[in-house]
């Protein structure tokens, strides 16, 4: 079993960064492909990024935000830069199998319980 837990949401001005983080229980974190996921309110929750042997990102982030992993830590960061409105959100932390879509929700078998981030214009 894998237990995961996000930290490190808040409030930001537009503009503004955060960094994530979510720390993994278990001896094989690095078996994992590791993911972020975001929701808003009265929408579907969304994949951000994942890393596996690459990072991934979706469109609208790319070139703000950056995943990273410490398999020494069992960690997995979520640097957030040039913060907009639109990426107010719980954003949750996802482990699951490396070889699987990283897009998908379907591959992530582990969930954590989500942080949530409020940025203000």
């Known amino acids: 079993q894998v237990q995961l837990v996000e930290s490190g949401g808040g409030l930001v001005q537009a503009g503004g960064s955060l960094r994530l983080s979510c720390a993994a229980s278990?001896?094989?974190?690095?078996?994992?492909?590791m993911g972020w996921f975001r929701q808003a309110p009265g929408k579907e929750r969304e994949f951000v990024a994942a890393?596996?042997?690459?990072?991934y990102y979706r469109d609208s982030v790319k070139g703000r935000f950056t995943i990273s992993r410490d398999n020494a830590k069992n960690t997995v960061y979520l640097q957030m830069n040039s913060l907009k409105p639109e990426d107010t959100a719980v954003y949750y932390c996802?482990?699951?199998?490396?070889?699987?879509?990283?897009?998908?929700?379907?591959?992530?078998?582990?969930w954590g319980q989500g942080t949530q981030v409020t940025v203000s214009s």
């Open positions: 996802a482990a699951g199998r490396v070889y699987a879509t990283v897009y998908a929700r379907a591959t992530y078998d582990y």
């Open positions: 278990g001896r094989t974190f690095s078996s994992y492909a």
């Open positions: 890393i596996s042997n690459s990072a």
